[in-house]
């Protein structure tokens, strides 16, 4: 389905916890059961969670890693990063979260071989798209071969894993934008969607074009409420003043990157 005009009604449901782990140092891989969420949500697309005994803290936003519509769960893999997040990761199974989603616009899931492109916690929703697609391929990146626990989640969802290390120490020594050109060059690709870094996704935009590609790129910014009402992770676009809750999180490469056609 594509991303243009999909709009998908939004729940606040009371999610129980199933499960939550620790893949590396930081970083959590949670499990709701939260069926209502689990058979509308699409890939792209993110929930607020409410932090438990978290008070008048804010929700948090988290993009959705996968879903099971059959068993009603939602996957959330988070990176901690303050107070809410540490809170969220001191949850127990059993415990009851209460999530609002599915929120915002997601990927074009149409196109029959895309790239994905993710480095860090970009990687998260490009997971979710890996899975519902079913026949896409990965370039991912990361610090050190430990970041990149991402390519056991990948591997039963794609066509190829690719990856970057910026210490060398897996894959190919570099940036995902070292190995990119060699890829588009050498690929089949008809697509590329990317999440990570701004300047990552700026430059894998670049690329993209100038191979002919069209490229998705999910935008993160700090969001209040998640709804569109706060205007606080609003950007600039060639569409003017979006909102990156509302109106993405994701959104073509020309229309949020100048320089990109």
């Known amino acids: ?38 058979r509308s949500a699409r890939p792209g697309q993110f929930v607020e969670v409410a932090v438990p005994h978290g008070g008048a803290l804010l929700r948090r936003p988290l993009g959705i890693a996968e879903t099971s519509a059959e068993a009603g769960e939602i996957r959330l893999i988070y990176r901690v990063v303050g107070r809410g997040t540490e809170l969220l990761a001191a949850a127990d199974a059993g415990e009851t979260i209460s999530v609002l989603g599915p929120l915002g616009h997601g990927f074009n899931v ?39 626990f991402w390519e056991e989640l990948f591997r039963p969802h794609v066509r190829a894993v690719h990856a970057t ?34 300047i990552m996704m700026e430059r ?36 003017g003043r979006r909102k990156v809750c509302k109106d993405g999180p994701v959104f073509s490469a020309e229309e949020v990157y100048e320089h990109v056609s």
Not at 172 to 187: C, D, H, I, N, Y
Not at 204 to 232: D, I, K, N, T
């Open 110 to 148: 149409t196109y029959r071989h895309p790239l994905l492109v993710g480095g860090g916690m970009g990687l998260t929703p490009l997971l979710f798209f890996a899975a519902a697609h079913g026949s896409s391929s990965v370039l991912m990146g990361g610090r050190t071969k430990a970041e990149l």
């Open 204 to 239: 894998v935009a670049q690329m993209a074009a100038s191979f002919g590609l069209p490229c998705e790129v999910s935008l993160e910014r700090r969001m209040a409420c998640g709804l569109g009402a706060c205007l606080s992770c609003a950007v600039d676009t060639s569409s």
């Open 165 to 198: 290390t910026d210490d060398g120490s897996y894959g190919t020594a570099g940036f995902v934008t070292t190995l990119l050109p060699e890829l588009l060059q050498e690929g089949d690709y008809d697509a590329v969607a990317v999440c990570g870094p701004p």
């Open 1 to 38: 389905m594509s991303a243009e005009g999909m709009i998908l009604p939004k729940v606040c449901e009371e999610a129980r916890v199933l499960h939550q782990r620790s893949p590396m140092a930081g970083v959590y891989d949670l499990t709701l059961s939260a069926p209502t969420i689990a």
